[in-house]
């Protein structure tokens, strides 16, 4: 059995890493901060809690130690409530951070959490796969620019030495959505406060499956590889019809032309920059407009195929929203 270091572990894709550790019969640490919430660990026990920081490089090789694997999953996530330079910080130094510490405290390998934002777009329209190039603009989509930034900090280390592999979830669901992601739709549409439906659509999969897949990942990934974790693709009318379906309302009647959401992401930028609350900002809006779909398949053929389907996945969403007086 492996003893293993989860940074992020409080958060909702590492809570489940710690989780599936646990099941896996290893010993996981779970860095986290003095201030970091713990709901999504609520049941857990045999982890290890260690204090500290991404952007505290001293307390990361004493976290390390002992350490075969680590699994950096921290990082900003929600960008969209999140300063942009903050989230360049942690996302990029962060990492940076990890990385040389890892190499020093000679961990086996290091599974990094990226995300397929940091995949480039094809000019055909056809899902993207793992050899294709992020080249977007950085204004355009900070966040996936801050991750592929980090993606260059894994492959300088793995140049210098350190065994590592990225893995590039796509929109993840699930229990557990402490800080209410892709999960926070549900919640939205429960309050009534979805207007309409976006004409694009995503690539979803649920988070036990994304868990399964970093310890895949560990076990026999290949070094220095990219694998996007998807399970299905579904445009934003079919994803909130079945959002509907589990919550119990009707979904909007509205459907919003593809000319209308670069409009609509630019009035929300102004409405968030008079300080509005507004629970989104103008990249998700204009991304909404788009089919961003991935090929899942190497991740499906090397690390295993997702087992959770999506109406599951939102019912076990809605109730652990529920049960913790979310909605």
């Not at 990226?114 to 995949?119: H, L, P």
């Not at 445009?235 to 909007?252: E, M």
Request: proline share 6%; hydrophobic share 45%; charged share 20%.
């Amino acid at each position: 059995m492996v003893k293993a270091l989860v940074t992020g572990g409080t958060g909702f894709v590492g809570a489940h890493v710690v989780r599936a550790l646990l099941e896996a019969g290893h010993t996981p640490r779970v860095l986290k901060r003095t201030t970091s919430r713990t709901e999504a660990l609520e049941g857990l026990q045999g982890y290890d809690p260690f204090v500290g920081d991404v952007l505290d490089p001293a307390s990361l090789i004493p976290a390390m130690e002992g350490c075969e694997w680590v699994f950096h999953v921290a990082a900003v996530s929600d960008y969209w409530r999140q300063p942009v330079g903050w989230m360049y910080k942690v996302n990029v130094e962060g990492t940076r951070n990890v990385l040389a510490a890892a190499k020093q405290a000679g961990v086996r390998r290091l599974v990094f959490t990226s995300s397929a934002a940091a995949i480039g777009r094809r000019d055909d329209g056809f899902p993207a796969d793992e050899t294709v190039t992020f080249n977007q603009s950085p204004a355009e989509f900070p966040y996936a620019h801050s991750k592929f930034l980090a993606e260059i900090e894994v492959y300088k280390a793995v140049i210098d030495g350190l065994d590592a592999v990225i893995v590039n979830p796509a929109v993840v669901i699930g229990p557990g959505d402490v800080y209410q992601g892709a999960g926070s739709l549900l919640i939205e549409m429960a309050r009534g406060h979805l207007p309409g439906i976006p004409p694009g659509g995503v690539t979803l999969i649920d988070v036990r499956d994304v868990a399964a897949a970093h310890l895949a990942a560990a076990e026999r990934g290949r070094t220095a590889e990219r694998y996007i974790l998807g399970a299905v693709d579904l445009s934003h009318k079919a994803w909130i019809r079945l959002i509907a379906d589990v919550i119990g309302v009707r979904p909007p009647w509205l459907h919003m032309p593809g000319w209308a959401m670069p409009v609509l992401g630019g009035l929300v930028d102004t409405g968030r920059a008079l300080r509005l609350p507004i629970p989104a900002n103008g990249d998700q809006i204009r991304a909404s407009g788009r089919r961003i779909y991935f090929n899942c398949d190497k991740a499906w053929a090397e690390l295993g195929e997702p087992r959770v389907n999506v109406p599951d996945s939102l019912r076990d969403t809605f109730d652990w929203y529920r049960a913790h007086g979310m909605v």
